[in-house]
């Protein structure tokens, strides 16, 4: 057989740019980080990330959700040895765990000769068994706190896992920050990664009956939730499609049809797998709490984009890694795109995403639905099946 020159041409320079990127990769991975280069305060750049979460927290946040850019809603930051707690004064010692209010941690102090934002900040060493505040909220005395890692530790952690689990050949030119960039998307999505479990905290304050609800479902229900079940998973496909196909719809007649049919689907799924109640409660807790999380999460992000003579924090502007919120219709896309392959998932993952698209929705169908989406036993569902009816 003749092989065409052209042909063998294009697939050696094809390979000589595959071993030289291997060969970039593995110099790179060389040098990678395996600690935070300042461990036992915050680094400028972190502290500029936080000060731009603060602000537009701040300035959009009522664009967000009414209420939330107004009340006072202390961050906690850890890396590897250390917890560290912004805007609260005097705090007392350590910090409850949510919702069973577990006290974890011990006495914060104020960490020496540096200041976030013109104002002390405190500190205190992680415990030596490993206890984080992890990413969530906690609370700290009485009030309620955003908790999250630093982005630097985010970053090691993550390629630290990717690691692990990757076969030994492979780990030494694995392009770990090609990776971290697609899971993290740079200081906007960790700013709005931020945004995600402030919002929590927010819900603790509003809501923190329901909060405690969501959580102990996992508890209870999670266990039992036939996540293997060949024929729940397609009929979660079809749902999850439907969502996404409602998103891009072009008129509001489209969107709202789409939206019964998703209502529709979503009761049929429920009768053929004969969900139990509990079982039912449980993907509706979890996408009132993850889901709304997630909505507020991408629609700061949304809201910063959009927001005229808004102006992030001079801190910022220096970092490679901040966008400026200008990526937003990017990530939008494969939010959207990534909604369709979590039929699969295993774990509670889907209801962040199916609880994100019905407040979308939501959004255009019943702009006030935010009224009643924190009360008690007001779930997303609910409030989309009324907007369908309102609007027929």
């Given at each position: 057989?003749?092989?065409?020159?052209?042909?063998?041409?294009?697939?050696?320079?094809?390979?000589?740019?595959?071993?030289?990127?291997?060969?970039?990769?593995?110099?790179?991975?060389?040098?990678?980080?395996?600690?935070?280069?300042?461990?036992?305060?915050?680094?400028?750049?972190?502290?500029?990330?936080?000060?731009?979460?603060?602000?537009?927290?701040?300035?959009?946040?009522?664009?967000?959700?009414?209420?939330?850019?107004?009340?006072?809603?202390?961050?906690?930051?850890?890396?590897?040895?250390?917890?560290?707690?912004?805007?609260?004064?005097?705090?007392?010692?350590?910090?409850?765990?949510?919702?069973?209010?577990?006290?974890?941690?011990?006495?914060?102090?104020?960490?020496?000769?540096?200041?976030?934002?013109?104002?002390?900040?405190?500190?205190?060493?992680?415990?030596?068994?490993?206890?984080?505040?992890?990413?969530?909220?906690v609370r700290v005395g009485n009030q309620w706190a955003a908790?999250?890692?630093?982005?630097?530790?985010?970053?090691?952690?993550?390629?630290?896992?990717?690691?692990?689990?990757?076969?030994?050949?492979?780990?030494?030119?694995?392009?770990?920050?090609?990776?971290?960039?697609?899971?993290?998307?740079?200081?906007?999505?960790?700013?709005?990664?931020?945004?995600?479990?402030?919002?929590?905290?927010?819900?603790?304050?509003?809501?923190?009956?329901?909060?405690?609800?969501?959580?102990?479902?996992?508890?209870?229900?999670?266990?039992?939730?036939?996540?293997?079940?060949a024929a729940l998973q397609e009929a979660w496909q079809t749902?999850?499609?439907?969502?996404?196909?409602?998103?891009?719809?072009?008129?509001?007649?489209?969107?709202?049809?789409?939206?019964?049919?998703?209502?529709?689907?979503?009761?049929?799924?429920?009768?053929?797998?004969?969900?139990?109640?509990a079982q039912a409660n449980y993907e509706m807790q979890r996408?009132?709490?993850?889901?709304?999380?997630?909505?507020?999460?991408?629609?700061?992000?949304?809201?910063?984009?959009?927001?005229?003579?808004?102006?992030?924090?001079?801190?910022?502007?220096?970092?490679?890694?901040?966008?400026?919120?200008?990526?937003?219709?990017?990530?939008?896309?494969?939010?959207?795109?990534?909604?369709?392959?979590?039929?699969?998932?295993?774990?509670?993952?889907?209801?962040?995403?199916?609880?994100?698209?019905?407040?979308?929705?939501?959004?255009?169908?019943?702009?006030?639905?935010?009224?009643?989406?924190?009360?008690?036993?007001?779930?997303?569902?609910?409030?989309?099946?009324?907007?369908?009816?309102?609007?027929?």
């Amino acid at each position: 057989m003749h092989v065409k020159k052209w042909f063998i041409r294009g697939f050696l320079g094809l390979l000589a740019v595959c071993l030289v990127l291997v060969g970039v990769s593995a110099l790179v991975n060389r040098n990678r980080p395996t600690q935070s280069a300042v461990v036992d305060r915050l680094s400028e750049a972190e502290k500029a990330r936080l000060a731009e979460f603060f602000q537009v927290r701040q300035q959009l946040g009522d664009a967000v959700w009414p209420g939330w850019e107004t009340d006072v809603l202390p961050v906690i930051v850890y890396n590897e040895s250390y917890a560290f707690l912004l805007d609260y004064p005097d705090p007392p010692d350590g910090w409850l765990k949510v919702p069973q209010n577990e006290p974890r941690g011990g006495p914060w102090e104020l960490v020496a000769e540096d200041t976030f934002n013109g104002e002390p900040y405190y500190r205190q060493p992680l415990p030596a068994d490993g206890t984080t505040p992890q990413a969530f909220t906690v609370r700290v005395g009485n009030q309620w706190a955003a908790s999250m890692t630093t982005m630097e530790w985010m970053e090691i952690s993550l390629a630290n896992q990717f690691e692990s689990e990757l076969p030994s050949f492979l780990a030494p030119i694995f392009p770990y920050g090609l990776a971290n960039s697609l899971f993290i998307r740079g200081s906007d999505g960790y700013i709005s990664l931020l945004a995600h479990e402030s919002f929590h905290a927010y819900q603790g304050i509003v809501a923190p009956k329901r909060l405690a609800a969501a959580e102990t479902a996992v508890t209870r229900t999670e266990s039992t939730y036939p996540w293997d079940d060949a024929a729940l998973q397609e009929a979660w496909q079809t749902e999850l499609d439907l969502l996404a196909a409602a998103l891009e719809a072009e008129t509001e007649t489209e969107m709202m049809a789409l939206a019964q049919q998703f209502l529709d689907q979503r009761q049929a799924r429920r009768e053929a797998a004969k969900l139990s109640p509990a079982q039912a409660n449980y993907e509706m807790q979890r996408e009132w709490l993850e889901g709304l999380a997630r909505y507020a999460e991408l629609e700061i992000w949304r809201q910063a984009s959009l927001a005229e003579g808004y102006e992030p924090v001079a801190a910022i502007l220096d970092d490679p890694d901040f966008s400026a919120y200008a990526n937003f219709d990017k990530r939008w896309s494969q939010e959207i795109d990534q909604i369709g392959r979590m039929a699969g998932d295993e774990g509670d993952g889907r209801f962040y995403y199916s609880g994100m698209a019905q407040a979308v929705l939501l959004d255009r169908l019943m702009p006030n639905w935010k009224e009643q989406a924190l009360d008690e036993a007001v779930f997303l569902e609910d409030l989309l099946g009324t907007a369908v009816i309102l609007l027929q």
